[in-house]
């Protein structure tokens, strides 16, 4: 995980002290961290599964306009896990005094917390080819005939067909508003497991049955 960047601390008191009382019973504090964090990991994925932040409040939907400039490839949409990138990244990492639960992806911070990405005008080149079906005409009422439709299409920047060719045209600039979908954090579900996590190493370390 990046040592730098958005960060959201949880300080429970009653973890806290229920983790000073297991180590003071003779627990290993580390071991506690470290499946503390791995517990967190697979709550928080849980949550993009779920598609709902801590205390199961749902995400945001897609914009009707997303789900309809949405290619076959990514239906069903799953919000936050088109190729699972985020998802896989949440890790654990624990230490001296506590444990840490993220990911170093620069992006994770906005779907976090939403925000606004501002994209300034630029010039894009895109390669096309074209296709069979796709563009058509029709007849007008007076006879003349309407062009209606392209047979051009976006393609790979590999394809070789023989229709391939470059075009290179102008984007403007844009705001693009991305509602915030946070996964971390600790709910009060998240807080009874963690709970019962420490309440497990101190029954070990005073040899009773956890």
Known sequence: ???????VTIDDR????????AVGSGAQERAMYEDIGAYMVTATQRRFEAETGPG??????FAKSTLQRMPPKRRPPRLLRDRNRLY???????????????TNLAYAAIHQFGGEVKQEAREQTAVMRLVKDGAGRKVDKDGAIIRYGSRHRFAKASTRVKSRREVTFEVGAR??????????????TDEAEILAIVADHKARAIGAQP
Request: hydrophobic residues 45%; proline residues 8%; glycine residues 14%.
């Open 88 to 102: 896989s990244s949440i890790v654990s990492q624990a230490f001296g005094g506590g444990v840490r639960v993220g």
């Open 1 to 7: 995980m990046a040592a730098e960047g958005a960060r």
């Open 56 to 61: 199961g409040q749902k995400w945001a939907p």
């Open 175 to 188: 705001t693009i508003t991305i509602p915030a979908r946070p996964y971390l954090g600790v709910d009060p």
């Open 14 to 21: 009653a973890i806290r002290a229920a983790i000073n009382d």
